[in-house]
């Protein structure tokens, strides 16, 4: 469990603030972390809404001097004897492994931007590692109307191994600045290689 006192309070401070099994995720991320001090991370609770029923999630990044820490907690359907269950993953990324860092951001009223007024509006964060490819194929054709050929398909490929949407509507100005110092932090970090 990652311990009050250490250089992980204010993290774990983040993790019992979500409400959203906090001891498990806590001893999830800490079991990753080992023995290195954490530079930054950023904790994102999200809900999703499928008919009747609200699913929440759960995801910690963790940056160390070496290592990109990410911990994904979902809650799963009731069991057959009805109990709560969750499916947890971790996955550690050596830092000189990562690949792109993408900070995307919406900004509201960017005309009054050099006059600090204005905000944004939500963030994008995508970190490709490598480790998943997103395939979005579509079948091909030529620019002749009557042809009739099979032409196969044509598309494209692209890592996408982490994406994280926050907005200020759901999860508030802090919350924002927080994802962008964390993914700033990152993309310095990801490029000394």
Not at 48 to 62: E, K, N
Not at 96 to 120: F, K, M, Y
Request: glycine fraction near 8%; proline fraction near 3%.
């Amino acid at each position: 469990m990652i311990p009050a006192a250490s250089s992980g309070s204010a993290l774990r401070e983040d993790i019992d603030a979500c409400g959203y099994f906090p001891d498990l995720v806590a001893d999830i991320v800490a079991a990753a972390l080992g023995d290195e001090a954490i530079v930054a991370h950023l904790v994102h609770h999200e809900a999703t809404f499928d008919r009747d029923q609200v699913h929440r999630h759960l995801t910690v990044l963790v940056l160390t001097e070496t290592r990109f820490l990410v911990t994904h907690t979902d809650e799963a359907e009731q069991n057959t004897s009805g109990r709560i269950e969750a499916a947890t993953t971790s996955e550690v990324v050596p830092l000189t492994q990562l690949g792109t860092v993408s900070i995307a951001t919406v900004v509201q009223d960017p005309e009054n931007h050099a006059l600090g007024r204005s905000s944004l509006g939500e963030v994008w964060l995508t970190v490709n590692w490598g480790t998943l490819r997103q395939i979005d194929l579509k079948p091909a054709g030529c620019d002749n109307p009557d042809c009739e050929a099979d032409h196969g398909y044509t598309g494209t490929a692209a890592g996408e191994d982490l994406v994280i949407r926050m907005s200020a509507a759901a999860d508030g100005t802090e919350n924002l600045g927080r994802m962008v110092r964390f993914a700033t932090l990152l993309q310095h970090r990801a490029g000394r290689r």
